[in-house]
Every structure is written in C-alpha cells, then in structure tokens.
C-alpha cells in the first residue's frame, strides 16, 4: 500500500488549501478501513484533522471543523483535504495515511510542505 499527496506548497493567507491523496494497492472503500489527514507545524505535535470512512462518512477535529473538508474519488482512489481561510498558523507538513486496526496509522504517504504566506 502507497499513499501519495500532492497539491500546491505555497498558500496565501484567506484562500483555500487543496491537497489530495492518491492510494495505490489497496482499496479506499473496504473495511475496516479510515483515511486520515493529519498535519505537523513546525515545532510541534502531530495534529489529525480529520478521516473520511470507508462508507465514505467523515469525522473531523473539533478545533478544525469549521474550516475543513475530506472528500473522495473512488474511482481514481484518491481522498481530498480542504482548508478554508487560512492562515500562517497552517503552515505545516501535511500527510495522509491509512487507519487500520485498533486505530493504527499503517501506511503514511511521505508527506508535504505546505506553507502559508502572510
């Protein structure tokens, strides 16, 4: 299983960050499995801001929700992370990854540099 993410490195504060995972080797819709985002600013911890399920739900981090949005392409088994009006503050390394069981983060794409201009 592979997890790859792309999308733009560079955001000017107020506008939307798009990134998106391409999965290869396995399936985005079978169970048990969770796709996550989750982001580490510089200097601090690991963040998660949110999953979409195999059923393609989605649940998102409370401090984030106001801002965010998962989606998916089944077909193309790619899930999507959008951020609304940003900010410096979301400067951060953003990755994807898979959640298996007992909510074990298995595969992690290698993750991208998002930085947000002020």
């Known amino acids: 299983v592979q997890l790859q993410e792309s999308g733009p490195g560079l955001v000017e504060s107020s506008q939307t960050l798009s990134l998106t995972c391409t999965v290869s080797?396995?399936?985005?819709?079978?169970?048990?499995?969770?796709w996550i985002w989750v982001r580490q600013p510089p200097g601090k911890r690991l963040e998660w801001i949110g999953y979409?399920?195999?059923?393609?739900?989605?649940v998102y981090n409370p401090s984030l929700k106001i801002h965010t949005s998962i989606s998916r392409d089944t077909s193309n088994r790619q899930f999507s992370l959008q951020l609304t009006s940003v900010t410096p503050e979301d400067t951060a390394v953003y990755y994807c990854?898979?959640?298996?069981?007992?909510?074990?983060?298995?595969?992690w794409g290698q993750g991208t540099q998002v930085t947000v201009s002020s």
């Open positions: 080797g396995a399936s985005i819709t079978i169970r048990p499995y969770f």
């Open positions: 990854a898979r959640v298996g069981a007992s909510w074990f983060l298995d595969y």
């Open positions: 979409i399920t195999y059923s393609g739900s989605t």
